[in-house]
């Protein structure tokens, strides 16, 4: 299982970036894919993801109104599109696929592939 994140940056504070997640199909379908990050010295957090239709998208109360997480199922790719970025908002963010349940979890243990991550940086 492959998943390939990209589109990260260093961006000044109230800019955009839109990360992807490129998927092997075989790891895509019918599974969660999230988004989460991790600031150094701190703990990865879940920030948004989705059940494999995209019916349900949950969002980290963090980034909550400044992010939007969507998904193409015919390109196995996810997207995370982050507006009014902050300096907070810095780390490296990865995604990462798991079994889906219902809500959907934030605790990157029950995600068993992750990406390589991207670095966002944004300055202020």
């Known amino acids: 299982v492959q998943l390939q994140a990209s589109g990260g940056g260093l961006v000044q504070a109230g800019g955009s970036l839109r990360l992807s997640c490129a998927a092997a199909?075989?790891?895509?379908?019918?599974?969660?894919l999230s988004w989460f990050r991790q600031a150094p010295g701190k703990e990865r957090e879940f920030v948004a993801g989705?059940?494999?239709?995209?019916?349900?998208?949950d969002y980290a109360a963090a980034v909550k109104g400044r992010v939007t997480f969507s998904r193409d199922n015919a390109k196995n790719t996810a997207y995370l599109h982050m507006n009014d970025l902050k300096p907070d908002d810095t780390a490296v963010y990865y995604c990462a696929e798991g079994i889906w349940q219902q809500p959907l979890s934030h605790s990157p243990g029950q995600y068993n592939y992750w990406g390589q991550g991207t670095q966002v940086t944004v300055s202020s």
């Open positions: 199909e075989s790891a895509f379908g019918g599974y969660a």
């Open positions: 989705s059940n494999w239709s995209g019916e349900f998208i």
